[in-house]
């Protein structure tokens, strides 16, 4: 498979995007064992009118939230917005100041409005950096509380973000070293991707992440299902998710369908 993925402003692989990607925590079980810190910064240049959009939409968050200090939505939308911006710094200290701005724009949200769905989500994606800039015993522990806001996020909203929390926690628990280390679990991988192509199986990141996790798995059976599901959601999907919003997402999922499907 090609890892050289996309990255725009809803995931968490390196060059991937927020609306729901997960991933920088696979090295979570390593750090105790001395493994490097690295910068989690993007591998490759970003296109310039996706750091604009990312960029204008964050100064937008910000400007939104100055003028509303007592709204959670407007919070959490910040929160969304630092996420998305702060993937696109390749300055280490850059990041991890605009992933905490986006930390405390969350809990903020939360403060507001306890039962705040989004709020839960964006604060465990913006978590999430920052567990993986820091990679060491602090962040093995930051680990079990983005699980929860995930988990939390999932009870009180299952379809937010095309189904985003149970695809997190898909991620979360594929990608990390399972039991002493980390919360890493096959079966609730699969159980947690299977569930978000369940409720959102029209979008594309969800049948992606299930077709991957069938590469780690070998289960070829798998793999061989959601390319053809994909064969069949891509044409609408395609009509359905459009504008700049949606141009780095298609610049990655159109990578690594070929790299899976070969197409």
Known sequence: MNKEYFMRSRRWRPLRSVRGRLGALVWTGLAASGVGAGSG???????????????????????????????????WQLGRACFAWGDLQTNRIQRETIFAEGVAACRRSLALHSNAAPAFYYLGMNLGKIADLKRNLAALGMVREVERCFEQARRLDERFSHAGPDRNLGLLYREAPGWPLSVGSKKLARQHLQRAVDLAGDYPENRLNLAEAGVAWKDPALVTNQCAALERIWPAARTNFVGVAWAGDWLDWEARRAALCGR
């Open 41 to 75: 910064s993007p591998a490759s240049p970003v296109p310039a009118e996706i750091a604009n959009y990312a960029e204008q939409s964050w100064i937008t968050a910000r400007s939104h939230y100055f003028h509303a200090p007592t709204s959670s939505v407007a919070a």
